[in-house]
């Protein structure tokens, strides 16, 4: 029943075709929150076949280092050297004195780097650290992000820790995190892979649903402008036949969709494509047709200039207003 209310919704774009795009295939006609659902359809081809290519390159940063110590006389140990991926601080030096030499940048873990592709011009933009972009009171860390999704109807960009943890950018503000399971119950026990939404059709009451996925689990949420959330439904998902994803039995690194409102009624209304831990990259359109590529071959990312390493990737979201898609990861 899935598979037959998604034909019937599809013209209407409604929230079914979430649920769908994770579950299509078989017609089941079990609740859809109790249902066993994959994702069927044969092979079909990418609308533009590639990504553009990008420019540029960067690199990441754990910590500048200290400067050199400074002293007059005495003795004293050197400043010690600074870590992180962006470079390494001298320790400090002197010809004496009780001061220590200048302190090291921070070590620890350096910030993941953030990609941007101008979805227009198909331009790869040079690379930048995370924490250069997510920054100020309340921002999400740098580091274990587990999915991203940025909302098309309301200006809101929601990031997901591997730490349990939700942040929220409402208005270009960050809002003060709360634990994930307490705003999305249906969440607790997972380990939470991606996370992906679809805005509602023109026509419709303005709304978003948002899915999450943590393979072979599904779970559906709508999201509203004054981010109340309601509970939609759970699905299992199953493996699908090539070349569509193990969504029962692999495991989702990110996702992203693209929506687009002019061609409502048409097979590229939606197309969402997945990156899974098997090397392999999916794309899905609203005619229910699956193709794939493995990643060193995926037209989005093979000769292309500073296309990120999809499999280093762990999240990815689409910004329809800044019609750009972003990735993140630690590369």
């Not at 208005?171 to 939404?197: E, I, N």
């Not at 590229?268 to 359109?285: A, K």
Request: proline share 7%; charged share 10%; with cysteine.
């Amino acid at each position: 029943m899935l598979m037959k209310a998604f034909r019937a919704a599809l013209p209407l774009g409604s929230a079914v075709l979430v649920s769908a795009c994770l579950s299509l295939g078989s017609e089941d006609d079990s609740p859809a929150n109790t249902s066993d659902a994959s994702a069927g359809g044969k092979g079909g081809s990418l609308n533009d076949g590639s990504w553009p290519d990008g420019s540029g390159g960067g690199g990441t940063s754990g910590g500048s280092g200290g400067g050199a110590g400074v002293a007059s006389g005495g003795t004293n140990a050197g400043g010690t050297a600074g870590t992180g991926a962006g470079g390494t601080g001298a320790g400090g030096t002197s010809a004496g004195g009780t001061s220590a030499g200048g302190g090291g940048g921070s070590g620890g873990t350096p910030s993941w780097t953030l990609y941007s592709y101008n979805w227009a011009t198909g331009v790869w933009s040079a690379p930048s650290a995370l924490d250069i972009n997510w920054s100020g009171s309340n921002a999400p860390p740098s580091t274990g992000i587990a999915a991203v999704t940025q909302l098309e109807h309301f200006d809101r960009l929601l990031v997901f820790t591997e730490s349990g943890q939700f942040y929220l950018r409402a208005g270009g503000a960050w809002q003060a995190p709360v634990a994930t399971t307490s705003k999305f119950p249906q969440l607790a026990g997972l380990t939470l892979g991606s996370v992906y939404h679809l805005a509602s059709p023109p026509g419709d009451p303005i709304g978003e649903t948002i899915t999450f996925v943590a393979n072979p689990t599904a779970v559906l949420y709508s999201y509203a402008s004054n981010d109340t959330v309601a509970f939609d439904s759970k699905v299992t998902m199953k493996d699908e036949p090539t070349p569509g994803p193990p969504q029962g039995t692999g495991s989702v690194l990110w996702d992203f969709e693209f929506r687009d409102p002019a061609a409502q009624g048409t097979a590229d209304y939606f197309r969402g494509w997945y990156g899974y831990s098997n090397g392999t990259m999916y794309q899905f359109d609203a005619a229910f047709v699956w193709k794939s590529w493995p990643f060193a071959s995926a037209p989005f990312f093979a000769g292309k200039a500073n296309a990120p390493d999809p499999s280093k990737m762990r999240a990815a979201w689409f910004d329809a207003k800044a019609n750009r898609l972003y990735m993140t990861g630690p590369s």
